[in-house]
């Protein structure tokens, strides 16, 4: 791949100051101590899960791409660490020729530490074909530019490899345990008769589980299609798993498993739930069987009164009662819950609807029940203050009496025979209440 080699630049002398003995010892321990933790890297990256997983998996996408290209940077990187490699051990060889190194010793290691001493193959220097002139043969490099050379290509290729790991590490671990949930409510809702084709919650099950099996497969061959770097971050790895569609099917099952519940619990109170339904239609009809017969009652006993007609029972909540009582029979849970719950609602209406009728049919008889009451009630204050056989209330109480108790009853002219009533009571009353000591002395009121 390459090595090194005499420097073009030793035959018209070192670059910069000639160093001296320290200079070059510190140096190489520098560059030993660079080539340590460099090997170390290189071997983790090679030993790293990621890597072997990608080496071992089909690939598509730009997953596929860009592994293509990282694995090159990976192989490039190798032959660049052998090439440093045989670099450094020359260098040292010619260090340690000599305790104290003569001076042409010392311009030659300064021009291998300081110099563009490597040369490399442009094959293996470059990875793509230059597009701004012909290629080189070959490229030189100092010690340094060679270790940021690798620097670099180590880091591009060590963010692909964890961040392809970090999706595989997080989603389809994550997609198996929703995939066993989702056989586990399948099975469920398979027992209550939710099954694809016959409920939208069935077809939503076979969508979730289709959506399920491609996300897997798809995670597997392209991770990084899956992938959502940080900004602003220059570390590898730096970014999170895409995991919208993941989350939109856990939705969307969570969803289906309410619904599912819903369905149990229909099964276990459905039969309490149907009693109470038929006890509320019943109530319901005998509201309106009530109703009917006072509206006869009203019709014979008021004159002159709207009375308003009154529905007979409903023969569709009925029907759909019936047809909730089968679905049970032949446990067809998934029908009945909805049924129930429309049903409860229209069930406690149409009460709400029949006491209402009720009220409004019967509403002439309490407008009679009160003038006969507020008739009453003036005859016993007249009588209190000994006014009972005043000839005119006489006249008078006796006419409203008649209209009141009287079939059919008009109840305007008996409502204003009970006002003429009250206006002559009190006409005969003020005085009496008054007394010999003025309009203050209210005794006859005691």
């Not at 006419?399 to 206006?423: F, G, I, K, N, T």
Request: hydrophobic share 40%; glycine share 6%.
């Amino acid at each position: 791949m390459g090595a090194a080699g005499p420097s073009p630049s030793s035959a018209g002398g070192p670059p910069g100051p000639v160093m001296d003995r320290d200079e070059v010892d510190r140096a190489l321990a520098r560059l030993g101590a660079e080539h340590e933790a460099i090997e170390t890297s290189l071997l983790a990256l090679q030993d790293h899960a990621g890597r072997r997983l990608l080496e071992g998996a089909e690939l598509t996408g730009v997953t596929k791409d860009r592994w293509a290209s990282a694995d090159q940077a990976i192989s490039l990187l190798w032959g660049y660490f052998d090439t440093y490699t045989a670099a450094l051990n020359d260098t040292r060889e010619l260090r340690d020729r000599r305790r104290w190194p003569s001076r042409e010793d010392l311009v030659e290691l300064t021009d291998r530490l300081r110099g563009r001493s490597v040369t490399i193959a442009s094959s293996a220097a470059h990875t793509a074909p230059s597009i701004t002139g012909p290629a080189k043969l070959s490229e030189q490099f100092t010690l340094e530019e060679l270790v940021a050379r690798m620097n670099e290509l180590y880091a591009s290729s060590l963010d692909m490899v964890v961040t392809a790991d970090s999706v595989w590490s997080a989603l389809p671990a994550r997609i198996d345990l929703l995939s066993a949930e989702l056989q586990r409510t399948r099975s469920l809702a398979h027992s209550v008769g939710v099954r694809p084709g016959e409920h939208p919650a069935g077809d939503e099950l076979e969508s979730i589980t289709h959506e399920l099996s491609t996300l897997r497969a798809q995670v597997i061959s392209d991770p990084l299609a899956f992938w959502r770097p940080a900004l602003g971050s220059s570390a590898p790895g730096g970014g999170r798993p895409d995991t919208d569609r993941y989350d939109r099917a856990a939705r969307a099952l969570e969803d289906i498993r309410r619904e599912i519940e819903a369905v149990l619990r229909v099964r276990q109170d459905s039969e309490e739930r149907l009693i109470r339904l038929r006890d509320v239609l019943s109530r319901a009809d005998r509201t309106l069987t009530e109703a009917r017969s006072a509206r006869g009652e009203v019709l014979a006993k008021i004159a002159a009164s709207e009375v308003p007609a009154v529905s007979g029972p409903s023969t569709a909540l009925q029907e759909r009662l019936a047809t909730a009582a089968e679905y049970r029979r032949h446990s067809q849970w998934h029908r009945l819950s909805p049924l129930l719950e429309s049903l409860e609602r229209e069930a406690e209406d149409e009460l709400l609807r029949a006491r209402e009728s009720l009220t409004a049919v019967t509403a002439p008889l309490a407008v009679r029940a009160e003038l006969r009451g507020r008739l009453d009630a003036y005859k016993a204050k007249v009588a209190r203050h000994g006014m009972a056989e005043d000839p005119l209330l006489i006249e008078r109480y006796d006419a409203a009496r008649r209209m009141l108790w009287s079939a059919p009853c008009d109840l305007r002219v008996a409502e204003q025979a009970v006002l003429r009533y009250q206006h002559a009571a009190a006409e005969v009353l003020v005085p009496r209440q008054q007394g010999p000591s003025g309009p203050n002395d209210r005794r006859g009121d005691s």
